[in-house]
């Protein structure tokens, strides 16, 4: 009572409970068919016993050799049918809960602010989705069926073995319990060395991440030998932490086939000498018979085998607590959600005017931020002006629906934006990040992410609005050219332009804009603002949030945020 208690005080058993519950009712059927697999082993074990009798007291044991042998193969063919199935059962239950943890996972970082100060990494969030969890698969196909098979094959066969000698299964009563107390006691050197093995490979994926992102950068600063020399420790850290974990599942695989095989040796002795007429006690009223001495001997083994699988699953549940509590930790520092559900949706069809009323913002761990009321008319353009660190992006998030207001509204004529029109308000926006991304693919689909078919423009029209079809013009493989992430082969103003001419594509009714112009010379900076203003001359709205005073200034109106509006 006192261990289950612990277990349930425990957040990684919590959170393997909560996480099987889903599947427990299939893991047991599992559990159930293994078992029924491993007790026809009697009768396995009881056919070859009789066969050998037979051959060796014919006058004793009657039947034939064939009629065991065809009992074997039929019952053989039965239990392998029954592992099958068991095994196919416990996979599908393991990718049941892999694909629901993973859903979660990706879904809840995938809302979390990026602002937020509880995000962990993105390599560190790959790891745990993929590496990590792909570690649960030995724990959710092998424990549950392992410890069904260990609460009743022993008991089972200990039971028989008695029945048939009364020495035997004192032999067996003595020995096997030694297994789960030293299981027990390794378990606990086995759950913290997996956690420590977990924690370096989530750090050296960050690290990895982290250095392949400043490649060129260290190629410039001639950093090379000291990335390496970085590579090299965090490489032998986790040598270390995995040689830790080696060490304690053979220290114990050693210690626990050591007590299984000076428990099968000690009954091969027993039954031996009883054999040889040289020990009279041990059985009930006759001595041991030929068949009844070779089936102890056939069951003595598979007494041990349920509680070794048990061991063995045993450390899979150490390397599944590790994975199950950085999920619990993880979930335990909440969503910092966005409006909605990111879903695809149908437009907002109106042409009201947008209004921002009391508008306030507390980021995660950050103050509380005030915003200027103001209006903008469709088509109209605004610049959003201050010093850094004031909320100028903020209120861009706030403005899509990525980020809850604290106090205040926002609305397009009587249509306040809320959790259940976010999506459609949403339809309606471009973004144009400060720093451009792309994802993975071609350039041409790149351009092509988002469509409206009643109000996208053509491609060409767009590349030539934000001045960007002389960038494609000089890259190796046109629009098929891929530019990774970052925009691996232009420079900071040509990828800003492909991302204007990404939104000019789109052609949204209002374009929220963050530093479109911030690090670029005054040449492209022109070029960037151009590209902006044909937009808008086509039919956007805009919106920039920006430090440029010539692009301020290009705009039809500015509102200008103060230190004085946070509180």
């Given at each position: 009572?006192?261990r289950?208690?612990?277990q349930q ?8 409970a909560?996480m099987?519950a889903?599947v427990?009712r299939?893991l047991e059927?599992?559990g159930?068919l ?11 074990a ?6 050998i ?5 014919p006058e004793r ?8 042998a065809l009992?074997?193969i039929?019952?053989?063919?039965l239990?392998?049918a029954?592992?099958?199935?068991a095994g196919?059962?416990?996979?599908q ?5 892999l694909?629901?943890?993973?859903a979660k996972?990706?879904?809840r970082?995938?809302r979390?602010?990026t602002d937020?100060?509880?995000?962990p990494p993105a390599?560190?969030?790959a790891t745990?989705a993929?590496?990590?969890?792909a ?8 424990y549950?069926?392992a410890?069904r098979?260990a609460y009743?094959v022993?008991?089972?066969i ?7 000698s009364?020495?035997v299964?004192?032999?067996l009563?003595v020995?096997g319990?030694l ?12 759950k913290?060395?997996s956690e420590r093995q977990m924690?370096?490979?989530?750090n050296?994926?960050v ?14 600063l001639d950093?090379?030998e000291?990335?390496v020399?970085g590579?090299?420790?965090?490489a032998?850290?986790l040598?270390h932490?995995?040689?830790?974990v080696?060490r304690?599942?053979f220290?114990s ?6 007590f299984a095989?000076?428990g099968?040796a000690?009954?091969a002795v027993?039954?031996?000498f009883s054999?040889?007429?040289e020990i009279g006690f041990?059985?009930?009223a006759t ?8 089936f102890?001997?056939l069951?003595?083994p ?7 699988d048990l061991?063995s699953?045993?450390?899979d549940k150490?390397?599944?607590?590790a994975?199950?509590?950085e999920l619990?930790e993880?979930?335990?520092r909440?969503e910092t ?6 879903a ?10 947008l209004s ?10 950050g103050?509380?931020?005030r ?11 605004l ?6 660190g004031i909320?100028k992006s903020s209120?861009l998030k706030?403005?899509?629906?990525m ?9 397009l ?6 959790p259940e029109?976010a999506?459609?308000?949403?339809a ?6 400060q720093?451009?991304r792309?994802?993975s693919?071609s350039?041409?689909?790149n351009l ?5 078919p009643?109000?996208?423009l053509?491609?060409d029209?767009?590349l030539?609005l934000?001045?960007?079809d002389?960038v ?5 493989r046109?629009?098929?050219t891929q530019?990774?992430e ?5 420079s900071g ?5 492909l991302i204007?001419a ?5 052609h949204?009714?209002?374009?929220l804009a963050?530093?479109?112009?911030a690090?670029?010379d005054e040449?492209?900076a022109?070029l960037?603002?151009?590209g902006?203003?044909g937009l808008?001359?086509s039919?956007s ?5 920006t430090h440029d005073?010539v692009?301020a200034?290009?705009m039809?109106?500015q509102?200008?945020?103060r230190a004085e509006?946070?509180?």
């Open positions: 009572m006192r289950k208690r612990a005080d425990d957040p990684a058993s919590r959170r393997l909560r099987t889903p427990m299939r059927r599992a159930m293994a078992t029924g697999a491993s007790l026809l082993w009697l009768v396995q009881w056919a070859v016993a009789l066969a009798g037979h051959m060796l007291a044991v009657g039947g034939t050799v064939a009629i065991y009992v074997f039929l019952v053989g063919f239990r392998a029954l592992d099958t199935r196919a059962m416990a996979f239950a393991a990718d049941t809960v694909a629901l943890e993973r996972l990706v879904t970082e995938s979390r602010a937020d100060p509880a995000r390599a560190r969030t745990l993929a590496e990590k969890m570690a649960m698969t030995p724990f959710l196909t092998r549950a069926i410890r098979r009743v022993p008991l089972v200990l039971a028989v073995t008695f029945w048939f009364w020495a299964g004192l032999i009563l020995a319990p297994i789960p107390v030293f299981m027990a006691l390794v378990g606990i050197a086995a913290k060395a924690e370096e490979l989530s050296m994926n690290l990895l991440l982290d250095r392949l992102t400043a490649l060129v950068d260290i190629r410039l950093a090379t000291g990335t020399a590579f090299r420790d965090a032998d850290r040598r932490r995995t040689m830790e080696l304690v599942a220290l695989s050693t210690v626990l086939e050591l095989a000076l099968v000690m009954v027993f039954v031996g054999l040889l007429g041990g059985a009930w001595p041991l018979t030929v068949a009844e001495g070779v102890l001997l069951l003595a598979d007494y041990f085998q349920p509680l070794r061991a699953a045993w450390h150490a390397d599944a607590s994975v199950a509590r619990d993880l979930e335990s909440g959600a966005f409006l909605g559900t990111g695809a949706a149908r437009p907002i069809d109106t042409e009201d005017t921002v009323r009391g508008l306030a913002y507390r980021p995660p761990g103050r509380l931020i915003f200027p009321d103001f209006d903008l008319a469709p088509g109209e353009t610049a959003i002006t201050g010093p850094s909320g209120l706030l403005i899509a629906g980020a809850v207001p604290t106090e205040g509204e926002i609305r004529g009587d249509v306040v934006l809320g029109n999506d459609a308000w949403r309606r926006l471009g973004w144009l990040p720093q451009p792309f994802v693919g350039l041409r689909r092509t992410l988002a469509v409206r009643e109000r996208s053509p491609l029209r767009a030539e934000a001045a960007a002389r494609v013009e000089t890259l190796p046109g629009l098929n530019l990774g970052f925009g691996m082969g232009v103003g040509e990828a800003r332009r204007v990404r939104a000019a594509r789109a949204p009714d209002l374009l963050d530093e479109p112009t690090d670029l040449e492209t022109g960037v603002t151009e902006l203003l808008v001359a039919g709205a805009l919106i920039v949030a005073p692009l200034a290009r039809d109106r509102v200008a945020m509006a946070a509180a």
